[in-house]
């Protein structure tokens, strides 16, 4: 049983209703809350040009939940919450029409005037829509108002600012939910927790005991459909300016004095202010970039990125990036962040590892070299769990090996269903707690860290393609650790 007063009321309006994102993570997402009981006076008013009608877009949303464990009474139930708007968020026009309807869904479904605005489009759309729904009075009525926005959130800090300044010409910060999907990882969420619950990690959690932190996310496919869009962005911007930077953050921050939105985006706003900037100049130093060649993917070729479509011929957008981030505060101090991601790699895996200073002497292995240092590894997926990796007794004595604790949080284990990340930050929306969505002050830091390796980028132009697809990436990545005397951990186990 959900209590009342965790069941929020709302008339949520998405704009980009017949795209890709609705599609596939939206409808699911709030089928998936309705069905578990956490919204029951809610209705959805899908927006975009296509001349679709209430029946025709109950249909697509029933579509898109169709892989997901039903009933058909509920079907309809869900499905009869949704209507479609015929809408151009260039003409002013539509505007009032969608607020004449929206008003009235308010009196039909009791949503006491709250409103979600969800904008899944393209982001040169943002701007234009938040101040179109503040000019034709959408956000006039009693109860809250929420604005949503997909990535990317600019192309480099000037554009993001740009972007900033026009939506918060028409909304308040606390009213703005800037979604970044990792963020409602179930084991993304759980760093926080492993962290500063457990007083066994937290007391070695400095450059006292931590050698270097590494995080992957690595991706077997391709570019798949989404060639145009991430040509003008690549990796560095698609991936890390992101979702590899809130990690970084929720792995470096201090203890937030309370779990307030505000107290724990205080703590990571500061780890990105302390990030070491890197000289456009020593970008080498610090970063690799790749792209993949043809290769071999589970068995089958691949082609290069190059040979995707004939538009990315001769393209120079990195499809992989591994960068060495440098956290120059008390704590952190002298311990490398690995980060690396990147398509068309062997595995698709998510994984931060945490390794510790190897003990000075270790009196049960013949070779130092073979000492393995514990390791802390956080699986985010697709696994879900933490595996803990120490050394015992091997068959005789003075003589050890590494063992595993490991604690999987899947859902197959449990019998239970952990929500996806869109549905658990869409109830958060719904909820108003905003502490799993970025502050503005977090991409605004995030942008001028990542316009620097891009700048130095610019100067030379790469040699690709450098990795095979199948592989982990360029071989440069390797040395990137090995000047350091550390290497990757592998992901794929
Ligand atoms: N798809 C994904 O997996 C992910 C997407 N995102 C982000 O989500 C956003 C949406 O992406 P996605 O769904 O893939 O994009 P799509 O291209 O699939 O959908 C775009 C939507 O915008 C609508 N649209 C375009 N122009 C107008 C207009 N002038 N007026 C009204 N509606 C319009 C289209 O509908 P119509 O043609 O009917 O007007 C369509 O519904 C983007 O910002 C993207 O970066 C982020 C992470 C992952
Ligand atoms: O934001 C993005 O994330 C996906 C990877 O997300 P995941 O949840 O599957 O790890 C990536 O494929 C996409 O390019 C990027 O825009």
């Known amino acids: 049983m959900v209590e009342e007063q965790l069941k929020p009321k709302a008339v949520i309006v998405i704009f980009g209703a017949t795209g890709d994102l609705a599609k596939r993570k939206l409808y699911p997402s709030l089928y998936r809350m309705f069905r578990s009981g956490k919204i029951e006076d809610f209705a959805v008013i899908g927006a975009a040009r296509r001349p679709w009608t209430n029946e025709s877009y109950r249909e697509n949303v029933e579509q898109s939940v169709k892989n997901i464990d039903m009933r058909d009474k509920d079907l309809q139930a869900f499905s009869s919450r949704f209507f479609y708007q015929p809408v151009d968020v260039t003409n002013s026009a539509s505007y009032q029409d969608l607020n004449s309807l929206i008003q009235e869904l308010e009196e039909d479904f009791h949503t006491e005037g709250n409103r979600v605005f969800y904008l899944a489009m393209a982001p040169e759309f943002f701007g234009i829509i938040a101040k179109n729904l503040k000019l034709h009075g959408l956000k006039d009525s009693a109860g809250w108002k929420r604005l949503v926005i997909e990535k ?67 991706e077997s496919l391709g570019v798949e459909e989404r060639a145009r869009y991430y040509d003008h962005s690549g990796a560095t911007r698609d991936m890390a300016q992101n979702h590899m930077m809130q990690m970084v953050a929720l792995l470096a921050m201090e203890p937030p004095i309370n779990l307030t939105t505000e107290e724990v985006r205080s703590e990571k706003i500061k780890v990105l202010r302390a990030m070491r900037s890197v000289n456009p100049e020593d970008v080498d130093a610090y970063f690799v970039r790749g792209q993949y060649g043809p290769g071999q993917i589970a068995g089958s ?61 270790n009196l049960y292995y013949e070779n130092k070299d073979d000492q393995h240092p514990n390791l802390l590894v956080i699986n985010i997926q697709p696994e879900e769990g933490v595996t803990l990796y120490l050394n015992a007794k091997k068959d005789k004595v003075g003589h050890a090996e590494p063992i595993k604790l490991s604690y999987r949080n899947n ?55 450098n990795y095979a697809s199948g592989t982990m990436g360029p071989d440069a990545a390797n040395k990137l650790l090995s000047k350091n005397g550390h290497h990757w951990w592998p992901v794929e186990e």
């Not at 962040?337 to 790699?345: A, E, H, M, S, V």
């Not at 449990?414 to 958060?428: F, M, Q, R, S, V």
Request: net charge negative; with cysteine; proline share 4%.
């Open 152 to 218: 990317p959130f600019g192309h480099d800090l000037p554009s993001a600012k740009q972007l900033n300044e026009e939506i918060r010409s028409a909304f308040d910060e606390d009213q703005i939910y800037r979604i970044d999907h990792y963020l409602g990882k179930e084991m993304v969420q759980n760093i926080e927790v492993i962290r500063f619950a457990n007083g066994l990690f937290e007391h070695l959690w400095n450059n006292r005991f931590i050698s270097n932190i590494q995080i992957t996310s690595s």
């Open 301 to 361: 070729e691949v082609t290069g990125y190059r040979e995707e479509t004939e538009e990315l011929q001769d393209s120079d957008t990195e499809t992989y990036v591994a960068g060495k981030i440098m956290i120059d505060n008390y704590r952190w101090a002298g311990v490398p962040f690995y980060i690396r991601t990147g398509k068309r790699l062997a595995v698709k895996s998510t994984k931060i590892v945490v390794e510790f200073q190897n003990i000075p002497m």
């Open 411 to 465: 859902l197959t284990d449990h019998g239970i269903n952990t929500p996806e990340a869109y549905e658990k930050l869409l109830y958060d929306c719904l909820l108003g707690d905003a502490t799993n969505f970025t502050h503005w002050d977090e991409v605004a830091l995030s942008w001028s860290f990542i316009d620097s390796i891009l700048a130095g980028w610019r100067m030379k132009r790469p040699a690709f393609p």
